[in-house]
């Protein structure tokens, strides 16, 4: 297994899942073309989500037909209820996704929506975390069951005030489980000022004790590669073939050359954080003498001079007397001829 949560931290290398969901369509070959490309590009993980048509939405949902203006074509051909049927996968789909998974050195993972489809996930196809939706964030039966079954819990916030995540937090922490919370914005796609990465510092000052990442939903890599900046532990990002696929989130998903960008912009961007600690890098100090400046004659200066200070220009390299000692040169007498242009030292005066 390639999950080991002890690694995933602030300021590290974010682990990156590629948010496949429902953007297989119900379609198993689509679902592995999306595996394959992920791992290509880098991710960490590949996560699906497990609802049926009777584990998600009640029947009001399905009369209203609320969720079909998610996505932003004309589909009024279907209904909610045809749709949810044609994108679920049962669990035999799970087991050979899961084993693809593992073929291609991914990790599987997977957010349930009922007690049966943890069950099925953790204790059949043990997957190595959790990952709650910001919809159950509230559904406290729901966490503790979760809870219980005592493995890593991967906590999304959107649509939460403060009182709500902390509530969630406590009641997961009553079974002692690993915690990972994911600012979240739960719109699709939302405004950037709307975004507030700032929430990401808050929750990391919150809640010191657990490590905090991002699950986006906006479009392109930038939003998600500043979240690197602030040290976010996981990058949670929507993945697709085809943006223009009918569906609710091909739209705001990364498509393959995007997430290539996330995984390698994550990589830089951790790098170039480097140390809070100010020092010299072995670079540097060997620029230092070719890229300084040292004091030199600015005219010929005759033997016996008393040093003024328009005798002296400060010029490169700077293998000679640094320019904050001029002070010092200043009312010396020179002991012989200095040509122009000489880089000057003690012995001169």
Same mark, same amino acid.
């Given at each position: 297994?390639?999950?080991? =949560?002890?690694?995933?931290?602030? =300021?590290?290398?974010?682990?990156?899942?590629?948010?496949?969901?429902?953007?297989?369509?119900?379609?198993?070959? &689509?679902?592995? *073309?999306?595996?394959?490309?992920? +791992?290509?590009?880098?991710?960490?993980? !590949?996560?699906?989500?497990?609802?049926?048509?009777?584990?998600? =939405?009640?029947?009001?949902?399905?009369?209203?037909?609320?969720?079909?203006?998610?996505?932003?074509?004309?589909?009024?051909? /279907?209904? #909610?209820?045809?749709?949810?049927?044609?994108?679920?996968?049962? $669990?035999?789909? =799970?087991?050979? &996704?899961? *084993?693809?998974?593992?073929?291609?050195?991914?990790?599987?993972?997977?957010?349930?929506?009922?007690?049966?489809?943890?069950?099925?996930?953790?204790?059949?196809? $043990?997957?190595?975390?959790?990952?709650?939706?910001?919809?159950?964030?509230?559904?406290?039966?729901? #966490?503790?069951?979760? !809870?219980?079954?005592?493995?890593?819990?991967?906590?999304? @916030?959107? &649509?939460?005030?403060?009182?709500?995540?902390?509530?969630?937090?406590?009641?997961?922490?009553? /079974?002692?489980?690993?915690?990972?919370?994911?600012?979240?914005?739960?719109?699709?796609?939302?405004?950037?000022?709307?975004?507030?990465?700032?929430?990401? @510092?808050?929750?990391?000052?919150?809640?010191?004790?657990?490590?905090?990442? %991002?699950?986006?939903?906006?479009?392109?890599?930038?939003?998600? &590669?500043?979240?690197?900046?602030?040290?976010?532990?996981?990058?949670? *990002?929507?993945?697709?073939?085809?943006?223009?696929? %009918?569906?609710?989130?091909?739209?705001?998903?990364?498509?393959?050359?995007?997430?290539?960008?996330?995984?390698?912009?994550?990589?830089?961007?951790?790098?170039?954080?480097?140390?809070?600690?100010? %020092?010299?890098?072995?670079?540097? !100090?060997?620029?230092?003498?070719? %890229?300084?400046?040292?004091?030199?004659? !600015?005219?010929?200066?005759?033997?016996?001079?008393?040093?003024?200070?328009?005798?002296?220009?400060? *010029?490169?390299?700077? @293998?000679?007397?640094?320019?904050?000692?001029?002070?010092?040169?200043?009312?010396?007498? +020179?002991?012989?001829?200095?040509?122009?242009?000489?880089?000057?030292? #003690?012995?001169?005066?």
């Amino acid at each position: 297994m390639r999950f080991v =949560f002890k690694n995933i931290r602030n =300021f590290s290398k974010p682990y990156i899942i590629a948010e496949i969901g429902a953007n297989h369509n119900g379609d198993i070959e &689509l679902a592995k *073309k999306l595996i394959d490309q992920a +791992a290509e590009a880098g991710a960490d993980c !590949a996560k699906f989500q497990s609802w049926t048509k009777d584990s998600i =939405f009640s029947k009001k949902v399905y009369e209203e037909n609320y969720f079909l203006k998610d996505d932003y074509r004309d589909r009024s051909d /279907y209904t #909610l209820e045809e749709i949810v049927e044609e994108f679920s996968f049962g $669990k035999n789909e =799970f087991v050979e &996704l899961k *084993k693809y998974c593992d073929e291609k050195n991914i990790d599987f993972g997977c957010s349930p929506f009922s007690n049966d489809e943890v069950d099925f996930l953790v204790d059949t196809l $043990k997957v190595p975390f959790i990952k709650i939706a910001s919809m159950d964030l509230n559904n406290l039966p729901f #966490l503790r069951y979760i !809870a219980s079954k005592q493995v890593p819990v991967i906590l999304a @916030t959107g &649509l939460s005030e403060m009182s709500e995540i902390d509530e969630a937090v406590r009641t997961i922490e009553e /079974y002692h489980n690993k915690i990972i919370l994911l600012h979240c914005v739960s719109n699709y796609p939302p405004r950037d000022e709307h975004v507030n990465l700032r929430n990401i @510092t808050m929750l990391q000052n919150y809640y010191s004790s657990y490590s905090v990442g %991002f699950s986006d939903h906006t479009i392109g890599v930038e939003i998600p &590669l500043a979240s690197v900046a602030l040290g976010v532990s996981v990058i949670e *990002k929507h993945f697709t073939l085809d943006k223009d696929m %009918f569906g609710w989130d091909h739209k705001v998903s990364a498509d393959y050359n995007e997430l290539i960008q996330i995984v390698q912009g994550s990589k830089r961007i951790v790098d170039a954080m480097g140390s809070y600690r100010r %020092f010299l890098t072995a670079y540097d !100090a060997e620029k230092i003498p070719a %890229f300084r400046r040292s004091i030199v004659a !600015a005219k010929h200066i005759p033997a016996g001079k008393t040093i003024e200070r328009e005798d002296l220009d400060f *010029k490169r390299p700077g @293998t000679g007397i640094e320019p904050k000692f001029v002070d010092v040169i200043i009312g010396k007498t +020179a002991k012989k001829d200095i040509d122009y242009d000489t880089l000057l030292t #003690l012995e001169d005066f």
